[in-house]
């Protein structure tokens, strides 16, 4: 048999790779949010929450994705503050959502709701399905204990007292605004060149 019949393509490993992390991607958006979802639920306390209503509110913020994302990419945003509009609207409608929706009073914060959409939008660049080009550079860092402690190390941005996740909408804005002005790159840009490194560094941490 030739050898050049054993050599799996890369764009073979690649999918697969997709398809363990992300899961069926025929709906990007929705692939992408869920796995944001996963990133972010572990903060979240929903126990006596029927399983029932947390698929339905999950399906709620779905679709709030796929239209305020196809809003996002039509380049009707023309600078950082109609952005950080955007999001705040997001942010708050999921937040007010999940406190009222079938009396399931469900805490979840703006620090949670920003880890979300955040994360959702960095996946859906990771995936190569929009480029955000139109509003790349106000796009703003997932938050979360990785960011953290690099925003601690490399610009000298202390830890708040406060867990990210129990952050309200002020506090995110400050902690954004703090680390937009000690970066010269896009937010987005910088948090990829310093998420991982830190991340693997806790990691290790663990297996110690």
Same mark, same amino acid.
């Given at each position: 048999m030739n050898k050049s019949n054993y050599k799996i393509e890369e764009k073979d490993i690649l999918n697969f790779l997709k398809f @363990? !992390?992300?899961? =069926?991607? /025929?709906?990007? $958006?929705?692939?992408?949010?869920?796995? @944001? !979802?996963? =990133?972010?639920?572990? /903060?979240?306390? %929903? #126990?006596? %929450?029927?399983?029932? $209503? #947390?698929?339905?509110? $999950?399906?709620? %913020?779905? =679709?709030?994705? #796929? !239209?305020? $994302?196809s809003k996002l990419i039509s380049g009707n945003i023309k600078n950082q503050n109609e952005f950080d509009k955007w999001h705040d609207g997001i942010c708050n409608k999921i937040t007010e959502e999940y406190y009222e929706y079938k009396e399931s009073k469900i805490q979840l914060t703006y620090g949670q709701a920003q880890k979300w959409l955040n994360m959702t939008i960095k996946y859906l660049y990771m995936l190569k399905v929009y480029s955000f080009d139109c509003v790349f550079e106000y796009l703003h860092i997932p938050i979360d204990n990785c960011i953290l402690n690099v925003a601690n190390e490399k610009l000298g941005i202390d830890k708040p007292k406060t867990a990210w996740s129990k952050w309200d909408e002020k506090q995110y804005h400050n902690y954004q605004n703090e680390i937009k002005s000690k970066i010269k790159i896009a937010p987005l840009c910088w948090e990829f060149e310093n998420w991982l490194n830190e991340a693997q560094k806790e990691a290790q941490k663990v297996k110690k």
């Open positions: @363990a !992390y992300f899961g =069926d991607l /025929t709906n990007p $958006i929705e692939a992408a949010s869920n796995r @944001a !979802y996963l =990133d972010m639920c572990r /903060t979240l306390r %929903v #126990k006596e %929450v029927s399983n029932g $209503i #947390k698929s339905e509110l $999950i399906e709620y %913020v779905n =679709d709030i994705f #796929k !239209y305020e $994302i």
